[in-house]
């Protein structure tokens, strides 16, 4: 199914977290200046982005979705795993990221992603009205406007990948 444009600058930062664990992947840092380089990386990618799309779905997304009883129980596990993404995270700001965690960190949230992509925004395009996807088209802008302010004017650092 298309992505209904209320839902696109989520979905554009999810393609943003996807590269990032496809390079991590492809990466397979094992040195520790590589662990801490990457570990550096997630920071700056939570920070810059991740940090506001968390914040726009937990208060803006996910109410939404709550409004309709069967998509309660994914909204449940969308919040647990936000709980679990954000302890990653945290690991990674304080570098006590440990390599086996580093490797982990893509498909945790990759499945993360898909979720989000697959079951819930789907299942919201499905349920809701054209002018309640209007409206939370208007909200979401709000809520990102930050992070997409924050892209606009800032440059990301590229960290080296291995052939």
């Keep these: 199914m298309l992505r209904h444009k209320s839902l696109i600058p989520l ?39 991740i940090k506001i799309h968390f914040s726009a779905e937990e208060n803006v997304l996910f109410p939404c979705a709550r409004e309709f009883p069967e998509l309660i129980p994914v909204v449940e596990e969308l919040l647990a795993d936000h709980a679990a993404l954000r302890e990653s995270f945290s690991q990674a700001q304080m570098r006590r990221m440990p390599a086996q965690a580093l490797l982990a960190f893509p498909r945790q949230l990759s499945a993360h992603i898909r979720k989000e992509e697959r079951q819930l925004f789907e299942e919201l395009q499905r349920l809701m009205t054209p002018a309640q996807l209007a409206d939370l088209q208007v909200k979401l802008e709000v809520a990102l406007k930050e992070s997409v302010q924050f892209c606009a004017t800032s440059e990301r650092t590229v960290i080296g990948r291995k052939s």
């Design 11 to 49: 979905s554009h930062q999810h393609q943003h977290a996807l590269a990032l664990c496809v390079r991590i992947d492809r990466a397979s840092p094992g040195t520790p200046a590589e662990l801490e380089a990457w570990q550096a990386e997630i920071e700056q990618h939570f920070e810059q982005e």
